[in-house]
């Protein structure tokens, strides 16, 4: 079992900058890929980025492309999301997904089997 812990979210106006981190309770050697969702309310979960842990291969949803970096600390089993040129639309609870699956849709929840509680990014504009 993994269990991920998001810190990070808050409040912040349009243009400004949050960054979001998820702490791995630990990293099997099987642990591939992680990811970032982010769900607004009574809108469905969507992805927003992922990284491959064996290779750094990033991934990103076209309406964060340019403006979200995300990256990984091997030593910490730490991911983050690098938030840039933040808009009100991005405003959504954002959650940390992880999953040992070495080939997965990346852009797809279901391929994730593990999940954080989650962490609210406000934006105002």
């Known amino acids: 079992q993994v269990q991920l812990v998001e810190s990070g979210g808050g409040l912040v106006q349009a243009g400004g900058s949050l960054r979001l981190s998820c702490a791995a309770s630990?990293?099997?050697?099987?642990?591939?890929?992680m990811g970032w969702f982010r769900q607004a309310p009574g809108k469905e979960r969507e992805f927003v980025a992922a990284?491959?842990?064996?290779?750094?291969?990033?991934y990103y949803a076209d309406s964060v492309k340019g403006r979200f970096t995300i990256s990984m600390d091997n030593a910490k089993n730490t991911v983050y999301l690098q938030m840039n040129s933040l808009k009100p639309e991005d405003t959504a609870v954002y959650y940390c997904?992880?999953?040992?699956?070495?080939?997965?849709?990346?852009?797809?929840?279901?391929?994730?089997?593990?999940w954080g509680q989650g962490t609210q990014v406000t934006v105002s504009s």
């Open positions: 997904a992880a999953t040992t699956r070495a080939t997965i849709v990346v852009n797809a929840p279901g391929s994730y089997a593990y």
């Open positions: 630990r990293r099997t050697s099987g642990s591939y890929h």
């Open positions: 990284v491959r842990w064996s290779g750094g291969n990033t």
